[in-house]
DNA sequence: TTGTACGCGTTATCAG
DNA sequence: CTGATAACGCGTACAA
């Protein structure tokens, strides 16, 4: 009982099989006597229409992909991707696109082109990967699949992408150190190949600017967005800049490791330096102490990237486009007055 | 030139369809002219096959779902889940199968049903969610979709599933806080409807008895998994019962969140208070401070789940199966030895 | 070893 | 409004 096909079910309703198909695909010109009779046998027989069939008639399998790098979620493992792929599904669901999810890993490079660019048919592709835009927009490009970027990347402006604000958002964290009186902030960002870290790198810049200082190349540190990186990169910045009273870490797990050197240090946070993170990641509320940090919509990001993939892919927007979703400042215990201002 | 189909690969090759499609899937009785006819041209036109077709022909898609909670996501989202994705991902890739990736969450039950369930056909989907099992378990057998669970349920003994040993893992973590001179050692699980924080509890009643030491359930905590439980559990428990030294927590999360509401209440970790937590996710190593737990391997299981899906779609394994991968206890500095055995 | 012909389940087109 | 009929691209008996 468990294969049933149109045609079945068209015998069944006494009908023919493109009456079947008009019903199921809500066209109009179809009576509701015929309609009710199909939807009945649909409906005794559990009939579900088979999706390869109509992949291959239809032209479109109606199937996204979102790529990931190994290392996009190694670092981002604390809980960014998942909601971000939730987000993804749930704006695909809402429109009837499945999703399939590829990474990418360099030791499988080879097998990966070979089988997800060259034997499967995507409508669409969404990019979570930014380290290997550059291999596979080319590899787009060619077979005319569209794809958005999920971030920013330098030399990729043909493709559309969605990022949340970094400028803005390291701006306005920084400019809260400033506001509790700090002078001496360093910075804690990622590779500068990464068009993202340039930009929180440039927020924090504007936002000593601003304020009338001047900034100080010395105390930018570099990492790479793992608690590894933040810890490392803060124990040796201790000792030789002991006039940094407060740190902008451009991302929470960063800002983690960062606590973690700090409290091994022996430093009191906030009370001796001040922490501000970026992301708000689950984890954030719960460090010792509370991380102030920049929240991003990061549901929301995987949701407009769902909608920017589709609509392309539909026709209904052909020029690319680059969105910039609005970062938060959140106020937790990490950050303190400046002693000096007391 | 982006489309071309078999039937012109073997024009241009100036042999039948039936050889393209025998050097393709690498069948035999193809001479070797032909077949070195036949791959050039595809190289030099780029050939790729169409997988809706492909499915169709062959009737089955090659493609598995993974299928998660939304709520197993929140509370797992510190890595865990998007590890565990890498693993039943490469599996796949090396067998080349595609996943297809589903969230099911309460808001769109309907939608999900309607759309994933029915209009979709996988080759067999992975459970990582145990509250909707009872709810799928049904569909899927009587649409005879193989499925392997990742975890363990209790009423579903009939489907195979791969799981870590969370008895011996508890139990381990627990008698390493007796080694260390503890006596009255609390526990921190999660909701006991789960067949696994039912058997990471039995674990910990066994270590006690193994050390010949009462257990007291009036210091069996019981959470969510999430830090915020963690955290709302060590504060209400702490006053109550200044008798314990030390904590098992069933998570790593629920650990942080411990170990979070300890620091604010002015307790020394592992001075005052021991702390062990359970996963060894990635941020473990730096809490404050960085923590004993035992590890669970994340990668391994997914990859696992996924060789027992295919084995199971392709017809080598038939009987369910349930494996246990063996978890290791990691030592960091959570844990001291107690005050009064100094 | 190779080629022919048909089936897979839908959708789209075009007469009625 | 309805119903043949032709794609869609590939796999595979079966025949040569």
Known sequence: MSK???????????????????????????????????????????????????????????EIGILSTRNANDVMSNGFSTLLYLG?????????YSVRQMFISTDMKEEFQKFILNEHTLDGVILFAEEVTDLLAAKLMTREIPAVLIGHAPGLSGISSVDVDNFSGSCSAVSHLVRLGHRNIGAMVGSQLLQESQDRLAGYRKALVDAGIAVNEDVIAIGDYTQ??????????????????????????????????????????????????????????????????????IYQKGRCAARMIIDRISGKKTEVEHRNLKPDLVIRESCGRHAGVL
Chains 1, 2 share one sequence.
């Not at 695909?25 to 390869?52: F, G, I, L, T």
């Open 4 to 62: 049933i096909n149109i045609d079945q079910v068209a015998r069944y309703a006494f009908v023919s099989r493109s009456v079947v198909s008009r019903v199921l695909n809500n066209h109009p010109h179809v009576s509701d006597v015929a309609r009710e009779r199909v939807m009945n046998v649909v409906r005794k027989y559990n009939y579900q229409r088979n999706s390869a069939a109509r992949s291959l008639a239809a032209k479109n399998m109606r």
């Open 228 to 297: 590894r990186s933040g810890y490392d990169q803060m124990m040796s910045r201790l000792r030789r800049h002991p006039e940094v009273t407060a740190w902008f870490c451009a991302s929470d797990t960063m800002a983690m490791g960062a606590l973690a050197a700090l409290h091994k240090s022996g430093r009191r946070v906030p009370g001796d330096i001040s922490i501000v993170g970026f992301d708000d990641l689950s984890f954030a509320r719960y460090t010792i102490p509370p991380l102030t940090t920049i929240r991003q919509p």
């Open 88 to 96: 993804v599904f749930e704006e695909c669901l809402a429109q009837r």
